[in-house]
C-alpha cells in the first residue's frame, strides 16, 4: 500500500472526525435548550396534533420531516389566527441549531406578546443566551419574565437560571437572593425547581454575606433603546394617566413601532390603550380602572377578546 493512500486516509478520518464533533457539539447545545427544566404542560401543550408530531419527529432525529410539517402549517396559517404563534414556536423547537431556534422565539416574543406563548419563548431565549455564555443577555430576558409576565408558572425556574447568574457570573447577591426569594414563594407544585434547585441557592444566600446590600435589592434596568431619527419612526402614542389606580398591561415591546401597533389591535378590540416607557421598553396597557375587581374584570374582558396574559398593574 503506497504512503499516500495511507495518508489520504488518514486525512479523510480526520475531516469525519472533525465533523462528527461539531454535529456532537451542536447537538449538545441543543439539547441543552431543549432538555432544559420545564413544566411539562407547557411543552406538551401544543393543541395540534401535527405539532405534537412534528416535536415528536424532531426529537427521535427525523428532523427533515418534523421541519416539513411545520413549514407547511406556516404557510397555511395567518398569522392573525391565535394558532400562528403556536406554530411559530414549534419551528423554533424543531430548529437545527441556535441561531434559527432564537429568530423563532424572538418572533414570538416581538409579533405575538400576548400570546400564551410568550413568556415560554423568553424563558427560550434565556436558555439560549446562558449556552452561549451571554449572561447579560440571558438576565435580561429573564427580567422580562417576572416583570412583563408575572403570574408564568415559569417564575420558579427563571429564578434558578437568574440567581445561577448572579451569583456566579455577575458577582451580585443581593440580586440573586431576590430571585431565590421571589422563587421560592412561587414554586407551588414545582417541586424540583423547589428541591433540588432553589434550595440549594437559598443556602447559598443564608451562608454567604449579604450585609452590604439587602437580599431583596431592585433589578438592574435594562438599557434604554437609541433614539430612532429615521423619518419613518412611529407617531407619538399617548403616555399613561398618572391618575389612573390600576391598569391593566398587555404587552411590553422593544420599539414604540411595534407597541403602537398591539394599541391599533386593542383599539379595534374596543379597548383604550396607552403606552408607557419603562427600563428601556414600551408597556402597553388598559385603563385605568377605579377598583382592582375592575382591573381584574379588564383582564378577563382582555383575555376573552384577544388572548393573551394581561394581568393587573399600578402605575
Known sequence: MTRGGTAGRRDGGRVRWAKRSKLALRGAALACVLGAAVPPSRLSAQSSPRLLEAVR????????SAHAIVARMLANTAPTDSLYPEVLFTSGMVANNLDEMQRAFQRVVVEHSTSRWADVALYRLAQIAYVRNDY????RQLERIRSDYPASPLLPRAAYYAADIYLKRRKDPAAACRWVTEGLARVGTDTE????????????????????????AAAP?????PPRSDSTAAPAVPPSSPSADYQVQVAAMATPAQAAEVVERLKRAGFDA???????????????????AEAAAGVQAIKAKLG????????
Open 136 to 139: 447579560p443577555g440571558a438576565t
Open 274 to 292: 396607552l403606552v408607557v416607557p419603562e427600563k428601556g421598553f414600551y408597556k402597553v396597557r388598559v385603563g385605568g380602572y377605579a377598583t382592582s
Open 193 to 216: 425547581a423547589k428541591g433540588n434547585l432553589l434550595r440549594m441557592q437559598d443556602e447559598a444566600c443564608k451562608a454567604g454575606p449579604t450585609d452590604s446590600a439587602p437580599a431583596v
Open 308 to 315: 393573551g396574559s394581561p394581568f393587573v398593574v399600578r402605575p
Open 57 to 64: 419527529l424532531a426529537q427521535s432525529g427525523r428532523s427533515d
Open 221 to 225: 434596568a435594562a438599557p434604554a433603546p
